[in-house]
C-alpha cells in the first residue's frame, strides 16, 4: 500500500504572470509541510504546482483558469510577449490550451490574429530546462536484491522497453547515490542511454554505511535555480529514494527545510524504518510512504508524468503590435493589453492578465527563423532540431539546412522541411544554420558543444 502526505494548503503556483520586467524574485514557490494527511496514490499525484491534485488537460467550456504572469515584455521592432502559466482554483497546472483559447485586447479592442501573427509558441520551440535530480539511498540497509528493484525503476523512467529516450526533448537528468558521502554518478545530462549506464553500475554497499539523507536533500536542491524569463526558463526537481532517517547527522532536518524552500521536491521512502514527518516537511512537491520496494515502479512512473505534465503547462503568447508612435495632439503612444480565456468561469482579476506597454519607437516587424535544440550533445548523442519561422509573409516554409564548412564535431540527417537530426561524432563545436527561401531567405544559427561522456 502507498501512503502519500500531502503538502499543506496550496502551494504558489510554478506560474507565470504578465508582469513588464518581472523576474522570479519576489514569487515564493515554497510549498509548507503538513504531518499527518493520508491518502492512496488514487487520491492523485501532487502537482508540481500546488501540491494537490494532477494537471488538468484541454479543460471544457466552464472551465476555472487562474492566469499567473512571470514575465511580459514588448521589445523592438513591436513584438508584445507574454510568459504564463494557467492553474485551477485548487493550484494544478493546466495544459493543453491552444491559441484559440486566448482573448487578447489592445486598448480594450480584440486584435487582428491576421495582421499580428498571434500565437502561443509551441513547447518545445520554448528556452526551456527541466533539470531533473535523482538521488538513490545506497546505505548498508539496502539489500542488493531491493536496490536492483530500485535500479529497473529508474531505468524505466529514462527509457522505454525498447531503450529509446523517455525524457523530455528540454529535460536533463542528473544521478547521484548517498550513503555516508554523495557520489555523483552522472551530471546533467540529456543522453537516456548513457545515465542508464550509470544506473546499471551501482553496486550495493560493501560497508557498513549510515545515510546522509539530509545532506543528500541539500546537494540535490543545490544543483538547480529556477528561473523564468523570455530568454531563459529553468525548472528543477529532485526525486529522492530511501529506505530510513538520516543516521549520519551531519545536518539537520532545520538544514534540509531551509534547503528545499521554494524548491520542488518528492521524497520515496521504503519499508518500516522511515518518517513519515520527515518525509512530509521535505517533499514539497510530494512525498510517499511505500511498504516495499514493488510500489516504486508505479509512484516514480505517476511522478514523472506529473513533473511532465507540469512542464507542459509553461505557455509563451506573443505578437506584433500593429500601435505606432502617437503624433496627434492628444494622442498618446501607451497601450494597454488584457490577455484573458474564453468562457473562463474565474471572473476576478486572477482570470486576466493586464500590462501597458509604450509603441513611441515601434516598427514593421520582419521574419526570423527560429532554431530549437539543445546546445550540447554527447558523443554519438542524436538530437532532433527544429526549424520555424515567426513574422513570416508566406504560410509555407522552405529550409535549407546546412553545418558549418570547418565542422569535425556533429553529423546530420535532413528529416523534413522543418526537422533535421545531427549527431555528436567528436568532442567539438559545430553550428547549424537553417535558411527559409520563402521569407527573402532569412536565416539564423544554433550552435552546439560535443562533449564526451
Known amino acids: 500500500m502507498i501512503t502519500r502526505f500531502t503538502p499543506h494548503g496550496l502551494a504558489i503556483p510554478l506560474a507565470l504572470l504578465l508582469l513588464a520586467a518581472c523576474s522570479s524574485e519576489g514569487i515564493d514557490r515554497n510549498v509548507d509541510a503538513w504531518e499527518g494527511a493520508t491518502g492512496s496514490l488514487n487520491d492523485g499525484i501532487p502537482s508540481l504546482v500546488s501540491g494537490l491534485g494532477s494537471p488538468v488537460d484541454n479543460p471544457g467550456p466552464s472551465r476555472y483558469v487562474l492566469l499567473e504572469k512571470l514575465n511580459f515584455e514588448a521589445t523592438l521592432p513591436s513584438i508584445v510577449s507574454v510568459l504564463f502559466q494557467a492553474s485551477d482554483q485548487y493550484g494544478n497546472a493546466i495544459s493543453g490550451l491552444q491559441t484559440s483559447d486566448f482573448t487578447l485586447l489592445e486598448d480594450n479592442s480584440e486584435i487582428s490574429r491576421a495582421e499580428t501573427s498571434l500565437s502561443v509558441v509551441p ?14 539511498d545506497v546505505s548498508s540497509s539496502i539489500q542488493p536484491s531491493d536496490l536492483d528493484k530500485m535500479k529497473s525503476a529508474v531505468t524505466a523512467l529514462l527509457v522505454n522497453d525498447d531503450g529509446a529516450s523517455r525524457l523530455m526533448p528540454q529535460q536533463e537528468v542528473a544521478l547521484y547515490t548517498f550513503n555516508d558521502t554523495i557520489t555523483q554518478l552522472k551530471d546533467f545530462s540529456t543522453n537516456a542511454q548513457t545515465l542508464v549506464t550509470a544506473v546499471d553500475e551501482i553496486q550495493p554497499a560493501i560497508a557498513i554505511t549510515p545515510t546522509d539523507f539530509y545532506g543528500a536533500i541539500i546537494e540535490g536542491t543545490s544543483r538547480w535555480t529556477d528561473s523564468f524569463d523570455l530568454t531563459s526558463i529553468v525548472q528543477g526537481n529532485l526525486i529522492i529514494i530511501t529506505d530510513g532517517t538520516d543516521t549520519a547527522s551531519r545536518h539537520t532536518l532545520t538544514d534540509a527545510i531551509a534547503a528545499v524552500h521554494g524548491k520542488s521536491v518528492y521524497t520515496l521512502g521504503v519499508g518500516s524504518e522511515i518518517s513519515q514527518a520527515v518525509l512530509a516537511a521535505t517533499g514539497t512537491s510530494g512525498n510517499y510512504a511505500l511498504q516495499n520496494y514493488n510500489e516504486l515502479s508505479t509512484t516514480l512512473e505517476a ?4 513533473v511532465k505534465n507540469t512542464a507542459n503547462s509553461f505557455y509563451y503568447l506573443h505578437y506584433a503590435s500593429p500601435k505606432r508612435k502617437a503624433e496627434g495632439e492628444n494622442a498618446s503612444s501607451l497601450h494597454s493589453i488584457k490577455l484573458s480565456v474564453a468562457q473562463n468561469a474565474n471572473l476576478t482579476s486572477s482570470g486576466a492578465i493586464s500590462e501597458t506597454f509604450d509603441s513611441t519607437e515601434f516598427s514593421n516587424v520582419s521574419a526570423e527563423v527560429i532554431v530549437a535544440g539543445p546546445s550540447r550533445l554527447e558523443v554519438q548523442q542524436t ?4 526549424a520555424s519561422t515567426r513574422w513570416g509573409p508566406a504560410p509555407e516554409t522552405n529550409y535549407l539546412w546546412t553545418l558549418n564548412d570547418d565542422n569535425e564535431a556533429c553529423s546530420m540527417s535532413v528529416v523534413s522541411n522543418n526537422l533535421a537530426r545531427i549527431t555528436g561524432v567528436a568532442e567539438g563545436n559545430c553550428t547549424v544554420q537553417v535558411q527559409d527561401a520563402s521569407a527573402g531567405n532569412v536565416r539564423n544559427w544554433h550552435s552546439i558543444t560535443v562533449i564526451s561522456d
Open 123 to 136: 513547447h518545445q520551440e520554448l528556452p526551456f530546462t527541466l533539470q531533473t535530480v535523482i538521488m538513490i
Open 303 to 306: 511522478i514523472n508524468n506529473q
Open 383 to 386: 538530437a532532433t532540431f527544429r
